[in-house]
């Protein structure tokens, strides 16, 4: 009866270890998953801004052309990268004022959907100042949008497909 109950313990004793060790192996690839995760790079909240402009800039060339589905890509091209800085850079405050031109994009957008020139034009006028706004508001007023007048790139023809 002795030898039994002294075989269960070192089974008992022998299962506990190997599920100590186990956890040990986990926890040290939690830690250097954890690790990797922080050494991932991630975009800067000026690379966010850097593509929001140069989204905004084609977005001009693209409604002043008529070429409606190249705007609404535009549009869609900035609301994504809006969503990103709110994942990526949630803990700055500049992106609690990033809401503020939310109105003036979606007027934009529906200019777009309409397919109205002179609307777009408003709209377009109206997210610029938004942006200007927002600037100001978090102290980045030396950074000034404006509406573009020249392509943003010289490799893209703003043209609609016939």
């Given at each position: 009866m002795n030898?039994?109950?002294f075989t269960g313990f070192l089974l008992t004793l022998t299962s506990c270890h190997e599920h100590s060790n186990q956890e040990q192996m986990i926890q040290a690839?939690?830690?250097?998953?954890?690790?990797?995760?922080?050494a991932t790079y991630k975009p800067g909240f000026g690379e966010f801004m850097s593509g929001i402009?140069?989204?905004?800039?084609?977005?001009?060339?693209a409604g002043i052309s008529n070429n409606w589905p190249l705007a609404d890509f535009e549009i869609h091209e900035i609301e994504e990268t809006l969503e990103d800085?709110?994942?990526?850079?949630?803990?700055?405050?500049e992106v609690k004022s990033i809401a503020t031109i939310i109105p003036a994009l979606d007027s934009t957008k529906y200019s777009v959907q309409q397919k109205n020139l002179t609307?777009?034009?408003?709209?377009?006028?109206s997210l610029t100042a938004a942006c200007n706004n927002c600037h100001k508001v978090t102290n980045h007023s030396f950074n000034?949008?404006?509406?573009?007048t020249g392509l943003p790139v010289v490799n893209q023809?703003?043209?609609?497909?016939q």
């Open positions: 030898a039994i109950l690839e939690i830690d250097s998953l954890q690790m990797q995760l922080a402009q140069l989204h905004h800039a084609k977005l001009w060339f800085l709110q994942k990526f850079c949630g803990e700055r405050p609307l777009f034009k408003n709209s377009f006028l000034v949008v404006t509406v573009p023809d703003f043209k609609p497909v």
